[in-house]
């Protein structure tokens, strides 16, 4: 299984930036599906969340701002950040519970990370 991200870059303070994660393997289910942040100097955290029934969570410091949404069918994650602000700069990780056919256990995969900069 691997996940790859994507739509990291270069934004100014209040633009928006979409990113995107992508499952591909042997995978016979997604559970939870999120994004986590890790700033320079700071310690990894969970920006947003979204559950095997749809229910979204999010960090306080990204409510009203960020979107987070999954695709089924294309095994996709997307996060969806508006007002964008300096304090948002981070790289983006993904991750997703997996069940494959090989086993029954699920287990938490991470995509590569893409970065997010956001100048003022």
């Known amino acids: 299984v691997q996940l790859q991200a994507s739509g990291g870059g270069l934004v100014q303070a209040g633009g928006s930036l979409r990113l995107s994660c992508v499952a591909s393997?042997?995978?016979?289910?997604?559970?939870?599906m999120g994004w986590h942040r890790q700033a320079p100097g700071k310690q990894r955290e969970l920006v947003a969340s979204v559950s095997t029934g749809g229910i979204t969570t999010y960090d306080d410091s990204v409510k009203g701002r960020f979107t987070i949404s999954r695709d089924r069918a294309q095994n996709t994650v997307n996060l969806q950040m508006s007002s964008l602000k300096p304090d948002d700069t981070a790289v983006y990780y993904c991750y997703m519970f997996i069940e494959t056919y090989a086993s029954n256990v699920g287990n938490i995969y991470w995509g590569q990370g893409t970065l997010v900069t956001v100048s003022s």
């Open positions: 393997g042997s995978i016979s289910r997604i559970n939870d």
